[in-house]
């Protein structure tokens, strides 16, 4: 599902107990990967979106179900491109009061995926200083100038790590993009990890993917907040 318009997220809070949370079934055709908390999984009817399932039942306030909320609830949902499409949110109910989450959204790509000049783009795009990319791009040529794959594919990871650094300053505050639309998804963040005590902002190399479109590389903040119990 492609949508270029605001996405009308659909909410369902189901009633019906649940005994326990779902298992991650790395056996089934379409798994994906799992985390800790959840498991991803191919959507059987839409190849550009995945079903992302709680593995684990909580009574604490949920980060990414935090999150989801607040994407719909801005309406910047399918418009702001930092910020990953929803289309389903689903809440189960335990019989001890315990909740699980099911989310049909958008399928995205990791990072590792990126070829250099893509990311160099992206780090671009979102305003990372002209000194550090100088920096990055002086260790790719040079790995290249050295015909390394080896610190090529390093020189990338570095490019990596100082854009994903960059997106950690402005989601934190010790840092303004050049991108507005990162500064409002940033803001959007920043409320969210307001709502509990237990939120702390996670941005790293994981909890940001990217989408293709047809203006080049989209990096997508995908899972910014980490739960503590």
């Known amino acids: 599902m492609r949508l270029h318009e605001i996405i009308d997220m659909v909410d369902k809070n189901i009633k019906r107990p649940i005994k326990s949370a779902p298992r991650a079934n790395v056996n089934k055709t379409n798994y994906i990967g799992n985390g800790n908390f959840s498991a991803v999984y191919a959507n059987s009817k839409d190849p550009h979106m995945v079903n992302k399932n709680s593995i684990a039942l909580t009574k604490r306030v949920d980060g990414f179900d935090a999150y989801v909320k607040a994407i719909a609830e801005s309406g910047f949902n399918g418009v702001n491109p930092y910020l990953p499409r929803i289309y389903v949110r689903k809440q189960f109910n335990s019989s001890d009061d315990k909740t699980a989450f099911k989310y049909e959204m958008e399928k995205l790509s990791t990072l590792s995926d990126l070829r250099f000049d893509e990311i160099y783009a992206a780090g671009e795009k979102v305003g990372v200083s002209e000194e550090s990319l100088a920096e990055i791009l002086n260790d790719y040529n040079n790995s290249i100038s050295a015909n390394d794959d080896e610190s090529a594919a390093e020189a990338i990871d570095f490019a990596i790590s100082t854009v994903i650094q960059f997106i950690d300053d402005v989601v934190t505050?010790?840092?303004?993009?050049?991108?507005?639309?990162?500064?409002?998804?940033?803001?959007?963040?920043?409320?969210?990890?307001?709502?509990?005590?237990?939120?702390?902002?996670?941005?790293?190399?994981?909890?940001?993917?990217?989408?293709?479109?047809?203006?080049?590389?989209?990096?997508?903040?995908?899972?910014?907040?980490?739960?503590?119990?």
Request: charged share 20%.
């Open 173 to 229: 505050g010790s840092a303004v993009s050049a991108d507005m639309q990162l500064n409002q998804a940033a803001i959007l963040i920043e409320n969210t990890l307001k709502i509990s005590p237990k939120f702390e902002a996670d941005i790293t190399n994981s909890n940001v993917m990217f989408r293709r479109s047809p203006v080049g590389v989209q990096l997508v903040i995908s899972d910014p907040i980490f739960t503590h119990k």
